[in-house]
């Protein structure tokens, strides 16, 4: 295994880009949390994340926010609102382009500012998680009013509900081809066993849309103990769905589940030896098809270590997420949530959380090609 630290030598400044894009208290909020970004049909980036105006927490004031570079990343627009619903709470983005009619949709949840998620789990809270979509159509310039889509999303008997964060997928290949696929989460009730009470216990899902975004429907579930997760389409001409999650089970690894049927069912989770994580979100991308020209290659994101937030890591896999041979630290302290997106020219982008005493002081945009991942090496044959 090829690892490698981030510390940005001489001969790397050139080939390593790294830019504040959302900085904690500026522009009016105190914390900027949950970072997702996606190219455009047109190559603009679209930067969004979650501002909050209470803090650093998961609920109360909770903004969606949108940043635009048409510049590969080196400069960003300034901050518009995508959505703000007073105190409530507006966030969990998640972006999916067609790339049939050029449409960027936004996955989002909601809920009351003053329901937490330990209550909106219980069941207890004043109301619900709901689940909402906004679309745009002139290149993430304007948006339209987020919709609510809970009826079509979310099983009534779930609790927590979470889209993302980070991106959907188009799948390319097989009977599914053309659908969008947002990857979600859920809580539910564990029925009692003869050893255990009945406990919330989490869950992973997709929502999907055959139609272009017009109607969205409910996929297959993945339990137990994951929750927050990314897909990728598997090589196979077929259309065979990756999904990697945030995992509960104490291993300090993250899981992973396939789908050979557009994800309508999945298989059971199972450990990813090589990806530790210290439970925390993670980004899954597709860098790559195979073909005369390209390798398959697939990209992973995450704070890659077992016990804190810090270390944050890009890791290369060159054999369908089966190994990652390559790994190369961005960010050595802390650092969090991330979002990953395939550039021009061969190179790569990451948004992602990070600071020097906590994890949620920035968000960055790291711009980077293989051969910086590489560290300037060629790269292994795939095996």
Known sequence: MVVLTGRVLADDRERLEQTDVFVSGTDGYPTYRIPAIIATPKGALLAFCEGRKNGAGDSGDIDLLLKRSTDGGKSWSAQTVIWDDGPNTCGNPCAVVDQQTGDIWLLLTHNLGTDTEARIKTRSAEQSRTVWVCQSRDDGQTWS??????????????????????????????????????????????????????????????????????????????????????????????????????????????????????????TAPQDQPALIEPVCQASFLRL????????????????????????????????????????????????????????????????????????????????????????????????
């Open 145 to 266: 009013r987020p919709v609510e889509i809970t009826s079509q999303a979310k099983d009534p008997t779930w609790g927590w509900y979470a889209t993302g964060p980070g991106v959907g997928i188009q799948i390319n290949y097989g009977a599914h081809r053309g659908r969008l696929v947002i990857p979600c989460d859920h809580s539910y009730d564990a029925a009692a066993t003869s050893s255990t009470e009945a406990q919330i216990e989490f869950g992973a899902h997709v929502i999907f849309s055959d139609d272009h975004g017009a109607n969205w429907q409910l996929g297959g579930v993945i339990r137990p103990k994951v929750n927050e997760c990314q897909v990728v389409e598997l090589a196979d001409g077929q259309g065979t769905l990756l999904m990697n999650f945030r995992a509960y089970f104490g291993h300090r690894r993250r899981a992973e589940a396939t789908s050979r049927d557009g994800g309508l069912r999945w």
């Open 288 to 383: 790559s098809w195979p073909g005369k020209a390209n390798v398959s290659q697939l990209l992973f994101s995450n704070p890659a270590d077992e016990k804190r937030r810090r270390n944050f890591t890009v890791r290369l896999s060159r054999d369908e997420g089966k190994t990652w041979p390559v790994a190369r630290t961005l960010h050595e302290g802390p650092a969090g949530y991330s979002c990953l997106v395939a550039l021009p020219k061969g190179k790569t982008g990451c948004l992602y959380e990070r600071g020097e005493k906590s994890a949620y002081e920035r968000i960055a945009f790291a711009a980077f090609p293989l051969d910086w991942l590489m560290g300037g090496k060629e790269l292994p044959a795939a095996k």
